[in-house]
C-alpha cells in the first residue's frame, strides 16, 4: 500500500513543471509583463525569438506590443519593420523605417535595412545613400559597406563595388559575407573581360583556356593540386 | 499485475530522478549584447522577454541563457531572476541547480512564498522530505492563507504515510476560505438554474480533489487488509472493487502524469 502511496506521489512531484509547456501553442497577446517595471523592450526580446524562429507575423504582434507600450520607442518599429520586410510586406515596412529614424536618427541597423529594402525594390539612388548614411555614423559597418559594393556592383561600377568590399573585408576579416561578395564581383569582373574578348576577337575568336566554367573548374582543379596546365593555356608566344 | 506496476513506477522515478539531477551544466558568464549601452532595466527586460519567449516554445537551454544574461551579468541582485531561471532549470529536470536557484531568490528576499513552495515541491522530487516539508510550513507562516501550501503539504504528509494528517491539512485548507459556503450554495436544490457561477480562485477547489484521493487511498487500503486476512476466500466483488479504484489511479486520475496535483508557482509576482 505504502508503495502505491509513495510511486504516485513521486510521479506528481517530479512532473509539475511540464503544465507550462503547454503555454507553447498560445497565440500572442500583449499580456502583462511577468516582471515589474518591464520596459518595451521585453516585447522586443520576445519578438526577436519569433523572428529566429521564422514566425514574423507573431513576431510583428509582438514589436507591436512593445509600441502600443511607447510609442516613442524607435528599435520597435525597426524590429517591426525587418518582421514585415520578411513577410513582403514592403509599405509597412518603409513606413516603420521611416518612423524608427523619425524618432532616433542614429540607428545605423535601420539605414542598413532600409538601404537593403530599397536595393531589393531596385531604388539604387535611395540605397546607396542608406548605405552611406549608416557609414557616416559608423565608417567600418561592415554590412554597410558590403551592401554599398552589392549595389555599384549591381549598377555595373565595379569599381567602386571592390573598393566597398575590401574596405569591409579590411575593416571586418571575420566578416565572411563579404568574401561572397568580393567573388561574385570578381566574376562579373571575368564575365566582362570575356565579353571584351569575344568583343575585339569576333564571334569565331577561340577562348584560349576554354570556356568561362571549364576555366572555372580548372583553375579550382589547379589550387587544390598545383597543376599549373591551365594557365598555361594562356600563355601565348611573342609577335601572335 | 497492478501492483508489480506501481512497483516498476517507483524504481524507475527513484532510479531517473539522481540521474536528471546530476546533468547539470556549470554556468559560464554567457555574451549578452543585446542593449549592452541601455540602462539596466531596458536590458533585464529585453532578456526575460527572450528568455520567456524560448520557454514557452519549448528552447529551454536557450531560455536558461537569457536568465543566465539576467542573474550572471546583468544584475546578479534581480530575484525574478532567479524565479524564472529556477522554473526553467525544473523544466529541464536539472532539480538541484533549481533548488540553488530559490535558495538565491530567498537569500535576496526572504518573504517570497513562491521561492519556498516551488524549492518545497524539487526538494520532494529530490527526496529531500525535511528540507520540503520545512519550505511548506516556511511557505504558511509567511501566508496561513497560502492554500498551495496545504496542499503541498498535504501530498508530502500522505507521501510519508500520514493520510489522516494529510486529511486534517486539507481540511484546513478549506477552512481558510470561502470554498466550502460557494460548494454550498452551488449544491442548493433552491439555486436557480440560471443563476450566474460564482467567481473563486480554482487552486481554493483542489483540496476537495486531494482529499478525494486520499479517501480513496484509505479504501484501496482498507480493501487490500481485506484480502490479506480472506486470502483465497475473499469476496469476489471486493477484489473487483480493489482492482477498479486501483485502475482510476492508473486511467482516470492519470497519476502517471499527475502534474495537475501538485503545484509550482511559476510567477513569482501572483501571490
Known sequence: MRRVILCFLLCLAVL????????????FDCEDPLIPNATPAYFLGQGNVFVEQGQYARAVEAYSCAIEGDPSY???????????????????????????????????????????????LGNFGLAIGDFSLALALEPDNAAALNNRAVVHAIEGN???????????????????????????????????SYQTFVDRGGAHARLPAGQPVNVMSAIDTSQRTDDFGIWLRLQVPAGQ | MIRRLFISLVIAVLSIVPVLAQTSEEEELPECPIFENEATDVRISYYVGE??????????????????????????SYVPGYMLRGAILAQRRLLEDAVDDYTSAI????????????????NMALQEYEDAEADFARTLELNPDFIEGYNNQAILSALNGDIEGAIGLLET???????ASILEDLKD???????????????????????GIMNSLKAMQNYEDYITLTRNNADGRIGSA?????????????????????????DPFNQ
Open chain 1, 16 to 27: 509539475p513543471w511540464n503544465s507550462s509547456g503547454a503555454q507553447a501553442q498560445v497565440s
Open chain 1, 74 to 120: 524607435a528599435p520597435a518599429y525597426a524590429q517591426r519593420a525587418y518582421a514585415y520586410a520578411v513577410m513582403l510586406d514592403d509599405q509597412s515596412a518603409l513606413a516603420d523605417y521611416d518612423q524608427a529614424i523619425a524618432l532616433n536618427e542614429t540607428l545605423v541597423d535601420v539605414y542598413i535595412n532600409r538601404g537593403a529594402l530599397y536595393t531589393t
Open chain 1, 158 to 192: 565595379y569599381d567602386l563595388a571592390l573598393a566597398d568590399v575590401n574596405a569591409a573585408i579590411s575593416a571586418s576579416p571575420d566578416y565572411v559575407a563579404s568574401y561572397a561578395t568580393q567573388a561574385a564581383i570578381y566574376t562579373a569582373l571575368a564575365n566582362q
Open chain 2, 51 to 76: 528568455g520567456l519567449g524560448y520557454q514557452r516554445s519549448g528552447q529551454l537551454t536557450q531560455a536558461t541563457e537569457s536568465f543566465d544574461c539576467v542573474v550572471l551579468v546583468i544584475d546578479p
Open chain 2, 107 to 122: 537569500q535576496l528576499d526572504s518573504s517570497l512564498i513562491a521561492a519556498y513552495n516551488n524549492r518545497g515541491v524539487l
Open chain 2, 173 to 179: 485548507a478549506i477552512s481558510r476560505t470561502d470554498i
Open chain 2, 189 to 211: 436544490p433552491e439555486r436557480p438554474d440560471d443563476a450566474e457561477f460564482p467567481e473563486f480562485d480554482r487552486i481554493n477547489a483542489r483540496p476537495y480533489a486531494l482529499m
Open chain 2, 242 to 266: 480493489a482492482g477498479m479504484l486501483e485502475s482510476q489511479f492508473t486511467f482516470e486520475l492519470r497519476l502517471d502524469d499527475g502534474s495537475w496535483l501538485l503545484r509550482a508557482d511559476y
